[in-house]
C-alpha cells in the first residue's frame, strides 16, 4: 500500500471536500418539533428535484414531545451523495434553543439565514460567514394574526427566502405548493402569497452576492421518484403475494405496515366479489404478531410483520419455533439505536448479530440487507419466495434512515414470473408418496416436502412441534433423531445462499484495500472511494446483500492486502461473521466504525483507511 502524496495533503486539510458551490453543497433547516416545518422543506426538496438536480433530504426528528429540537438535512449533488463529511454550508436557523450550536456547525463560508428574534442573532462573531437576519415570525404576521397559522406560515417566508438566494425557478416552487396543498384553493393561494413575500424580502433586504451557493437547472432526474423506503418495501411486500400483515406499532417500522395495509385494501380485492382477499391484524406485542405471521404462513398464506430492534427482541422464541417447526414467514427489522430504548429516532446497524442469531439453541436465520429503494422494493418481494421454499422464518434489515427518509429512486419494474411456493404437496402427489414424512430430506438438499391444512388425504395432517420431533413430525426425545433434524436444518439454511441476492462488487479491481459493507453504508462507501481516489488511494469494495455469506465474500477478502468493513455499529457485527467465514485472513480485515446515530458520512471511512496508510519514503 504505498498512495501517492496526495495522502498527507487529505490528512492535513481534516478532510475538508473542496467547495464546489453549485449543485453540490448541504442545506440545514433548523426548527422545533411540530412546528409545521414539514410542509416547507418538502416543498425545497421537491423543487431542486423537479429542477433535475439530485437532492437527498433526511428528517432528523426528536422521539419525544412537540417542541424539541428538529433538523432537515439536504444534500445537493449531483453525484448523488447522501452525507456531508463536515459542516453545513446554508443553515436556516428558527429554533432558539439550538441557534448557537447550529451556526457553529456552518462551514467557513456558509450562509446563515437566521430569525432576528432568536437572541443568538443579536451576539454573532463569527466572520467567516454570511449572516442574513430575516424576520420570518413579522412577515408572517402580516397574512395571519392567529398565532398558530402564523407559526406555520413563517416556515413558508423561508422557502420565499432560499428561492431568491439559492436560485430555485419561481414557477417550479409555485407549482410544488400548489401540489402540497391540492385540493384547498385558499390554501394555496396564501401559502403562494408568503413565499412571495419571503422572495421579495430577499431581494430587498439580503445580499445576493454573498451566497456562492446556487441551484442550476439539470437534466439529472428525469424518469425518478421521490420514495419513502418503508414505502418501497411495502409494495415489494405487495408484489410479493402476501396476504396477511400480523403488526405491532414501533418507530421507526410502522409506516411500513400502515402503508402495505392501505396498498393491499386498493389491490387485494377479489375480482369476482368485490371483497379484501387479505387481513391485517394489530396484536398485543410483538411476541405476538410474529406469532400470527408464523400461524398465517403455517395455514399457507404469504405473511409478514414490521419492527424495531426492540420488537426483534421480544421476537426470539417464536423466531426459534419457526425455525425448528420450519414455517415461513417474513420480518422486517428498520433498525435503530439500541440497546433498551436506545434513541428510537436515531439510526443504526445493530441488529445484524442479533437477526442471525435469533433465539436460543443453535439458530442460523436467512438474513436479507437491501439498500436504497429499489433493492428494498426488488428484494422484500423476493423475501417471501425465499421463506416459502426454504420454509423458515426470513429476516429483511433496513434501517431507520433507509426506511423513514424520502430516496431518490428510479422506477420499480413490474415483477416477471409467478411465485416460488417451494416444496408443498397437493392431494394427488401425496397419493404417489409411499412413505411421506413432513421433517424428511428426500432430495438431499436438507428441504422437506410440506402440507397446506385443508389437504384432503390422510397422509397430510402432522403435528407441529417446538419441541422435539422426528421425521414424522412425532414427538421425541432420542438424541439421534433430534441431531438428524437439527443438522439437516443446518445444511438446508447453509443452502439457501445460492437463492440469495449476491454481493456487489464495485471499484479498481487492482487496488489492494477492499471495503465491505452493507444497508445504507453503501452511500457513506460510494463517496468515500472517490475521495480516496482523488487523493491517490485505490480502494474497490463489496456490499454484502445477504447473509449466510456467498463464497465470494471468502475471494474478496483473499483477493486483498487489507479489507475495511464498514458498518453503522459499535463492535463490527458483519467484520466478525466475515472473520468467522475466513479465519485464515482474520489478520486482514479491519473496522470502520459509526454509530453515533446520524447517517453513516464518508468521514469515517476515510479516517479509518488513511490512519493506517504508510507515507511514501520520497514524502
Known amino acids: 500500500m504505498r498512495p501517492t502524496a496526495g495522502a498527507k495533503s487529505l490528512r492535513a486539510s481534516r478532510l475538508r471536500l473542496p467547495r464546489v458551490p ?67 454550508d446554508v443553515t436556516v436557523a428558527m429554533n432558539a434553543a439550538t441557534a448557537v450550536d447550529d451556526i457553529a456547525d456552518l462551514a467557513p463560508g456558509g450562509v446563515l439565514f437566521i430569525d432576528e428574534s432568536i437572541p443568538a442573532a443579536k451576539s454573532i462573531e463569527r466572520t467567516d460567514i454570511a449572516v442574513h437576519l430575516v424576520p420570518f415570525a413579522k412577515i408572517a404576521k402580516e397574512y395571519a394574526p392567529d398565532v398558530r397559522l402564523r407559526k406555520l406560515l413563517a416556515n413558508m417566508v423561508y422557502v420565499g427566502v432560499l428561492t431568491e438566494m439559492l436560485g430555485f425557478d419561481h414557477d417550479t416552487v409555485m407549482s410544488v405548493v400548489a401540489e402540497q396543498f391540492s385540493g384547498k384553493e385558499k390554501v394555496v393561494k396564501l401559502n403562494q402569497d408568503v413565499v412571495n413575500a419571503g422572495i421579495a424580502h430577499a431581494r430587498e433586504h439580503c445580499d445576493a452576492s454573498s451566497v456562492e451557493f446556487k441551484i442550476e437547472a439539470r437534466n439529472l432526474t428525469q424518469g425518478k421518484m421521490f420514495i419513502e423506503g418503508n414505502t418501497a418495501a411495502a409494495i415489494g411486500c405487495l408484489m410479493g403475494g402476501c396476504t396477511f400483515c400480523g403488526w405491532y406499532p414501533i418507530t421507526p417500522s410502522s409506516s411500513l405496515c400502515e402503508d402495505f395495509i392501505s396498498l393491499a385494501k386498493k389491490h387485494r380485492i377479489d375480482a369476482g366479489t368485490g371483497k379484501q382477499n387479505f387481513a391485517a391484524v394489530q396484536a398485543e406485542d410483538e411476541l405476538a404478531s410474529l406469532g400470527l405471521v408464523l400461524g398465517a404462513g403455517w395455514a399457507g398464506a404469504r405473511s409478514m410483520t414490521a419492527t424495531a430492534g426492540p420488537g426483534i427482541s421480544l ?23 439500541g440497546p433498551s430504548t436506545g434513541m428510537p429516532t436515531r439510526t443504526q446497524q445493530g441488529d445484524l448479530s442479533l437477526c442471525v442469531n435469533l433465539s436460543h439453541g443453535d439458530t442460523g436465520h436467512i438474513v436479507l440487507i437491501p439498500a436504497g429503494p429499489e433493492e428494498l422494493y426488488e428484494i422484500s418481494a423476493q423475501a417471501f419466495d425465499i421463506a416459502e421454499k426454504y420454509q423458515t422464518p426470513v429476516f429483511v434489515l433496513t434501517d431507520l434512515d433507509m426506511g423513514m427518509n424520502n430516496w431518490m429512486s428510479d422506477r420499480f419494474e413490474y415483477p416477471k414470473g409467478g411465485f416460488d411456493r417451494g416444496k408443498v404437496l397437493t392431494a394427488e402427489q401425496l397419493k404417489k408418496v409411499e412413505d411421506y414424512g413432513r421433517y424428511k430430506d ?35 426425545e432420542k438424541s439421534p433423531a433430534y441431531i438428524k433434524v437439527i443438522d439437516r436444518i443446518a445444511r438446508k439454511i447453509a443452502g439457501s445462499v445460492v437463492d440469495l441476492p449476491k454481493p456487489v462488487i464495485g471499484g479498481d479491481e487492482s487496488a489492494e484495500i477492499g471495503i465491505i459493507h452493507y444497508g445504507s453504508t453503501m452511500y457513506a462507501v460510494e463517496e468515500a472511494r472517490d475521495i480516496l481516489a482523488e487523493n491517490g488511494v485505490k480502494t474497490r469494495d463489496m456490499r454484502v446483500r445477504s447473509v449466510p455469506l456467498h463464497d465470494e465474500v471468502v475471494e474478496f477478502v483473499n483477493s486483498c492486502n487489507v ?13 466478525d461473521l466475515i472473520r468467522l467465514k475466513t479465519p485464515g485472513s482474520a489478520g486482514k480485515i479491519k473496522k470502520a466504525l459509526y454509530y453515533a446515530g446520524m447517517p453513516m458520512a464518508a468521514a469515517p471511512v476515510v479516517d479509518a483507511i488513511m490512519a493506517d496508510v504508510k507515507e511514501p519514503a520520497h514524502v
Not at 421476537?315 to 439505536?337: C, H, K, N, S, T
Open 563 to 575: 479489507v475495511y468493513v464498514a458498518e453503522q455499529n459499535r463492535d463490527g457485527q458483519l467484520a
Open 22 to 88: 453549485i449543485n453540490d453543497f448541504t442545506i440545514n433547516v433548523a426548527t422545533v418539533n411540530g412546528s409545521g416545518s414539514a410542509s416547507s422543506n418538502t416543498i425545497v426538496a421537491k423543487t431542486i428535484f423537479r429542477m433535475g438536480v439530485p437532492i437527498t433530504p433526511k428528517n432528523l426528528f426528536p422521539s419525544n414531545i412537540a417542541g424539541l429540537p428538529t433538523w432537515f438535512l439536504m444534500r445537493v449533488s449531483e453525484k448523488g451523495y447522501q452525507c456531508r463529511s463536515g459542516r453545513h
Open 442 to 476: 428426500e432430495d438431499g438438499d436438507g428441504i422437506p416436502y410440506r402440507t397446506l391444512p385443508g389437504t384432503h388425504h390422510p397422509k397430510a395432517p402432522y403435528f407441529t412441534r417446538g419441541s422435539g420431533h422426528d421425521e414424522y413430525a412425532g414427538y421425541t
Open 315 to 337: 421476537m426470539a422464541e417464536f423466531a426459534g419455533f419457526g425455525y425448528y417447526a420450519e414455517i415461513p414467514g417474513v420480518v422486517f427489522d428498520v433498525q435503530r439505536v
